[in-house]
């Protein structure tokens, strides 16, 4: 394997960014990590959930619970592979020098499974195969 092949490098363009209010991710959990990053202020190693998740539009996204209230959110409702989520955020609050971001979150038990990856759509008329 290559490093290009590494899900960590190939993917980071799939990670849910909370920019404006009504940025979200909706989907089913595929998959539940811990993610450890450095805190840019203190340099205090910190660890987060790092849920992937497959989309209702067929993408996959990568959610990293960093934001303190999202982080206690999921902590409450406990999602677990294969549940239904839906995060969206509702508001964001300037304190001081920082950001506080609140956060609409749904949550829905599943059964365990993950869906099959949706099939490849092909614009009608293109001679290029769904595969």
């Known amino acids: 394997m290559s490093i290009w092949d590494d899900k ?3 993917s980071s363009g799939s990670y849910v960014k909370f920019e404006a209010v009504g940025d979200g991710v909706e989907g089913v959990i595929t ?3 811990r993610h450890t990053f450095t805190d840019d202020e203190t340099g205090e190693k ?3 959930p790092k ?3 497959a989309c209702t ?3 996959e996204r990568i959610l990293t619970a960093g934001q303190v209230r999202l982080r206690l959110r999921l902590v409450e409702l406990r999602p677990d592979i ?3 989520l839906k995060v969206t955020m509702t508001k964001m609050e300037k304190i001081g020098k920082k950001t506080l971001k609140h956060f609409d ?3 829905r038990k599943g059964d365990g499974t993950v869906p099959a990856a949706a099939p490849a759509k092909v614009a009608a008329g293109s001679d290029k195969p769904p595969f």
């Open 8 to 10: 960590d490098i190939a």
């Open 105 to 107: 979150v749904e949550h």
């Open 31 to 33: 998959s539940l990590e």
């Open 51 to 53: 849920l992937t998740i």
């Open 46 to 48: 910190r660890v987060t």
């Open 57 to 59: 539009d067929g993408t």
């Open 82 to 84: 294969g549940d239904y």
